[in-house]
């Protein structure tokens, strides 16, 4: 059983930062897959970053490269995701997810365990 706790959302101007963190909870040794995805009202769910269980391997979607970063640390059981230069359009409920497979990981059905999302809003 994975349990994601999301964290470190909330109401920021155009051009400000954020950093989630995604804390994880599982079997000691355990590692997982890890990805971040956004949903926006009335849209569907997508990718916004991934990392393999190593951390040294990273995928991101093309409308945040080079603006958001995503990293791990295994040590502390934790992802984050380092989001600066925000848009209005960034605004969505975020969410932190886990995969048992190996690689990075790009799509939803790759995806187990979920968290319960942080809201990220973007004001102009």
């Known amino acids: 059983q994975v349990r994601l706790v999301e964290s470190g959302g909330g109401l920021v101007q155009a051009g400000g930062s954020l950093r989630l963190t995604c804390t994880i909870s599982a079997r000691a040794g355990d590692i997982y897959a890890m990805g971040w995805f956004r949903q926006a009202p009335g849209k569907v769910r997508e990718l916004v970053a991934a990392?393999?269980?190593?951390?040294?391997?990273?995928e991101y979607a093309d409308f945040v490269k080079g603006r958001f970063t995503i990293s791990r640390d295994n040590a502390k059981n934790t992802v984050f995701l380092q989001m600066n230069s925000l848009k209005q359009e960034d605004t969505a409920v975020y969410y932190c997810?886990?995969?048992?497979?190996?690689?990075?990981?790009?799509?939803?059905?790759?995806?187990?365990?979920w968290g319960q999302g942080t809201q990220v809003t973007v004001s102009s």
């Open positions: 990392i393999n269980r190593a951390g040294d391997s990273t």
């Open positions: 997810a886990a995969s048992p497979r190996v690689g990075v990981r790009t799509r939803v059905v790759s995806y187990d365990n």
